[in-house]
């Protein structure tokens, strides 16, 4: 567990090669998040049939640098409503979370043959094992959850502390949404949880290792990965969740009246959190750097079997950042309730329901349930138990959700009557569309 | 612990980051500070509202489900940890406890804790509309502040119908 | 030598944090103060090895509890600095620095006059607050999380399905409590309501 080299005692060396890694991932967050910036321009300029940064270096590619050094020289202004000190520190609240996000995820690393070797993704550098990823802490992926959390800090307090309107309406969409999904995310995360038995992120890729079954992705069953991956584009902020800074109805949201670097800072940190979630679902759900069936390429390069790792990553990574994009360029923006309705009423219910069952599974697996000998006429019992309790579930969700609907109708004014049959005619599909609303 | 050790220097490294930015920009922007600029947004036009001082209460109960899913959410990782452990015993705790904050969930929407926006009508009152309901609530909706002095006496009709805008406006 | 280091950053932190929350005027300045001495606390666990419980005490606490607290601030729109004063109600600061004493007497009263019980007093209680049983129950091989499952999923059942229940009974009290204030509450923003 943790970097190996932690394990006892630290010495000089040790320190020297954690500030080497802590600079190298430093470095490589504000690298990748550049790429990341150009990528998606120039991809959505694609799918819109324009060119996008084409001037700045080769393919455009320093056009996120010169952006940034352009904001240096723009005048840096506080409102004079701000809250100034909360105003000030907003932006430190939304970065550092972004960049200590980062760290969880292995980028390299040989985790092929992780039961034979027991390399487990280790490399050795003058003699010390070090692990490619910023910091693997016990708890990993908790971690992850803790620091979205504190994320949230960063966006709520920019909007509040701006002292104006648009920000103000801003801050508040944008803490109920990534509330809201954070729950889902957070269940679909005990799926991986209860299928690797880990919690280090380090672990998760390790469990994957080996054939395509072993795939959180397949050994979930697909849907805690569906819901990650809607759930993380809505925490993210992202297309079609991007209520947040919505242009049209609240300007630019919470950094309406952001300016110059605490602008770009902002900026940064979602594109940071961007390639960060990219980089969890490929961890959690496809392996990392784990290779998806047996890779010549490692056997090809022994002494490189991190940098197979690397490209396996790469790869992986980039599918989902791509996808990212594309939700971007083709699908419209929610409306506020119907992106209320997805987190609650659909994918929090869906994904508990799903862990609970994935849950009743394992252990009539295991031989556990022990209500009959057959393991799988157990896991029959279980199957059928969870499609009469998600009946069960469902029922009550919709009975809630008339009810609510009901309440609110009395409350205006409107009363439910039983319209007689005779004087529904003409008015029969509108009446019908109502009521199943 | 001192697998942490990363992460604490990760933190002052990007806190340094962002200082030293703010640091640059002082150095190299222009300070021209105006009236005009240093007031609120309001895409041009002199502000005419002060902003919302207060937040439907529906916001207060999204946070209140929060948290007891966080807490579902806590409970459900050391289960999945030990499920292999505890077994059919702990499976079935597991199952109570859920249902315990699912019937929460379940009771909170049906209060009405997560619906927003508008109600959805499209039942018709009568045969006939009636035009001057019509017009009212059109112009209702876009909003009477500063136009007159006294709002014109409501119908019943078009009460109604402002009862149902009554979140539009926060969501 | 490191763990020192650790402890005196961190509790400097938590307290900073604390007083932060009782002398800030404005509510938000004091909710941040909060999540700062949260994080402290957080420290405090992992230097205690308790990962896990670091982790659920920034999700739980500094996530969602605070977002609560700036919820229920910017909800009632007090999120200006506060007049103190007026009392809120009478005998109110009487009343809080007796109780403040009374939970300090109780906190000093459970670290010294405690005492081993039974056999294994010393891993629950205030014996373990304070020590005083000398001796640490030894960690194991396995991780926090998943010893904190086996407790909670063996002897701590009753204590673990008690919550659920009080989960339900706090859902509860907050729909009462938002019921009572009346529909118009409901609407912001209203045109004409706000002061110019």
Known sequence: MGHPFLRDGVDFGDVILVLVIVVISFVLCLVATMLMVWFERKVVSRLQNRIGPNIAGPFGLFQTLADGIKLFFKEDLIPERADRKVFQLAPYLSLIPAFL??????????????????TAGTSTIAGREFLWQGADIPVGILFFLAMSSLGIYGIMLAGWSSGSKYPLLGSVRASAQAISYEAALGLSIAAVILVSGALSTNEIVQSQSGSLRQLNIVATGFVPFIVFLIAGTAELNRPPFDLVEAEQEIVGGYHTEYSSI????????????????????????????????????????????????????????????????????????????????????????????????????????????????????????????????????????????????????????????AVPPQQLDGHADSSTSGASH | MAQYLPLAALLVLAALFAFLSFVGSALLAPRRSTEQKSAPYECGIIPGREPPQRFPVRFYLVAMLFIVFDIEIVFLYPWAMVHGDVGLFGLIAVLIFSAMVFESFVYLISKGALDWGPLQINQRQSEMVDASRTATSTIRKVGLEGRYEHAPAKTAAASASDELDETASAA | ??????????????????????????????????????????????????????????????????????????LLGVDREEDITEEPFEGQRVSALVSGVLIFAMLMAGIFLSGRTGDDAGDFGPAAISGSSGQVVPLTEEQDVVQLGHDLFTRNILAFEATGLLLTIATVGAVVLVRNRGAEDLVVDEPGTSSR
Do not use: C
């Open chain 3, 1 to 74: 030598m490191m763990e020192l280091i650790v402890f005196v950053i961190s509790a400097a932190i938590v307290l900073g944090g604390a007083l932060g929350v009782i002398l800030f005027r404005n509510p938000v300045h004091a909710a941040l103060s909060l999540i700062a001495s949260f994080f402290g606390v957080a420290v405090l666990f992992v230097s205690q090895e308790a990962h896990f419980l670091a982790l659920v005490q920034v999700v739980v606490y500094g996530g969602a509890i605070v977002v609560l607290f700036l919820f229920v601030i910017m």
């Open chain 1, 262 to 417: 605490r602008f770009a800072l902002f900026f940064l940190a979602e594109f940071m959190n961007t390639v960060t979630m990219g980089g969890l679902i490929v961890t959690l759900f496809l392996g990392g750097p784990a290779p998806l069936f047996d890779l010549p390429l490692i056997d090809v390069m022994p002494t490189l079997g991190w940098f197979a790792g690397f490209l396996l990553f790469f790869g992986k990574l980039l599918i989902f950042l791509f996808i990212f994009v594309w939700f971007r360029a083709t699908l419209p923006r929610l409306r506020y309730d119907q992106l209320m309705d997805l987190g609650w009423k659909a994918l929090i219910p869906v994904s508990l329901l799903w862990l609970l069952i994935l849950g009743g599974i394992r252990i009539a697996q295991n031989g556990d349930l022990g209500i009959v000998e057959n393991t799988n006429a157990n896991v029959a019992i279980v199957l059928v138990a969870s499609l009469a309790l998600g009946a069960v579930g469902w029922l009550l969700l919709r009975a809630a959700m008339d009810n609510a609907r009901e309440e609110r109708l009395e409350e205006a004014g409107f009363q439910l009557i």
């Open chain 1, 101 to 118: 996000m980062f760290t969880l995820v292995p980028i390299a690393g040989d985790f092929s043959n992780v039961s034979e070797s027991g």
